[in-house]
C-alpha cells in the first residue's frame, strides 16, 4: 500500500514538472515568461470573466512565498495581475509556480513550470576611498541601520496602488553599468551591483519613473543621498548619489516629476544616477522589470 501511495506521488509531481495543470480551465492566465534569469520578475495575468462564482482571494505561490494578485490597472474587474520576482542569489533550476484563487465554493490551483536560469552578468573591479572599502566598525553600524531600515520599507506592502500608467526611465543617457555586475572594490570588498547606472554629470535633473508617495529622502553611507518611492503593491523605485533633494518624505509625485538632482555622494567612482527597483521585499533588475510590468498596458 504504501509503495503505491509513493508511485502516486512520484507521477504526481512529475505530471506537473511537465506540464501546466488546469485544474479549473474557466480562468484565463498567462505569464510573462516561464523561463527566467535570477534577480527578474514574472508577471501573470488572469482574468475571471468566465468564473461562475465570485473570487474573493487570489495569488501565487512559488518558491514558499505567496504573491497577491490585484486588479489590473486600467483593466476590466475582471481582469488581474500579480508581480512575482526572483532573488540574486537563486540558483538554476526547475521549480513550478501555482496560480491559487478561492471562491466561495472551492479552492482552484493551476500549476504552471518555470526554468530559473543563470543570469549573464558581467564583472568588474573598481577603485574607491578607502574608507568606502574598507569599513570601520563605527560605520558598520551605521550600515547595518540603514540596511534594517531599508528592509522595513521594501517589506511594507501599500495596498493602495499609486501609478496608471507604463514606467519609464528616470534618465534618458547612456548605461554605465548594468545591474547584477559582480563587482570587487579596492581588491577586498566584494558584492554585486543592485541596480543600473545611468551616465550623468552632477546637478542634472532626476525624474521619477511613475507615479509613488516618497518614503524616504536621506543620506546613506553607500547610496549617499537617496530618494526611494513607493509605487503601491508591492513596488518600489530607488534614486541614489544624488547632489540635492527635490522631494521630502510624504510627497506625492507624478512621473516624470523632479526628485533630486544627479551627484557623486556614497560610494562611488564618479558623479552618475543609480536605479534600483524592489518589487515584494526583493531587488530586481530595473529594466527587465520595466520591460515586464509595462506589459500591463
Do not use: C
Not at 574608507?131 to 540603514?146: D, L
Not at 493602495?160 to 570587487?184: C, N
Not at 533630486?260 to 552618475?272: E, F, I, N, Q, Y
Amino acid at each position: 500500500m504504501k509503495k503505491k501511495q509513493k508511485m502516486f506521488k512520484f507521477l504526481w509531481a512529475f505530471f506537473i514538472m511537465i506540464s501546466p495543470v488546469m485544474i479549473d480551465a474557466s480562468v484565463r492566465f498567462s505569464v510573462s515568461n516561464e523561463r527566467i534569469a535570477n534577480a527578474q520578475t514574472m508577471l501573470f495575468k488572469i482574468n475571471t470573466n468566465q468564473v461562475s462564482a465570485k473570487i474573493t482571494k487570489a495569488y501565487v505561490a512559488y518558491l514558499g512565498r505567496r504573491y497577491p494578485f490585484f486588479h489590473a490597472p486600467g483593466k476590466s474587474r475582471e481582469d488581474y495581475y500579480a508581480l512575482v520576482p526572483t532573488k540574486y542569489y537563486q540558483k538554476p533550476k526547475k521549480t513550478n509556480a501555482v496560480i491559487v484563487y478561492i471562491d466561495k465554493k472551492s479552492k482552484h490551483y493551476i500549476s504552471v513550470p518555470i526554468m530559473i536560469e543563470k543570469g549573464k552578468y558581467k564583472s568588474e573591479k573598481l577603485h574607491v576611498k578607502p574608507s568606502r572599502a574598507k569599513i570601520s566598525k563605527k560605520s558598520r553600524i551605521r550600515i547595518q541601520k540603514e540596511a534594517r531600515e531599508a528592509r522595513k520599507i521594501y517589506n511594507t506592502f501599500t495596498q493602495k496602488l499609486y501609478f496608471t500608467a507604463p514606467f519609464v526611465r528616470p534618465l534618458e543617457s547612456k548605461i554605465t553599468s548594468a545591474f547584477g555586475t559582480k563587482r570587487v572594490f579596492n581588491g577586498i570588498l566584494k558584492s554585486y551591483h543592485s541596480g543600473t547606472d545611468f551616465r550623468a554629470k552632477t546637478g542634472t535633473e532626476i525624474t521619477a519613473a511613475n507615479r509613488g508617495r516618497v518614503v524616504l529622502v536621506k543620506k546613506r553611507f553607500f547610496a549617499g543621498n537617496s530618494v526611494i518611492i513607493d509605487h503601491g503593491e508591492g513596488i518600489y523605485t530607488g534614486y541614489y548619489h544624488l547632489s540635492a533633494f527635490k522631494v521630502h518624505v510624504g510627497d506625492m509625485v507624478e512621473q516624470g516629476e523632479v526628485i533630486g538632482l544627479a551627484g557623486a555622494t556614497g560610494r562611488v567612482t564618479g558623479p552618475h544616477l543609480h536605479f534600483a527597483v524592489h518589487v515584494s521585499g526583493t531587488g530586481v533588475d530595473p529594466m527587465q522589470f520595466l520591460e515586464t510590468v509595462n506589459q500591463l498596458f
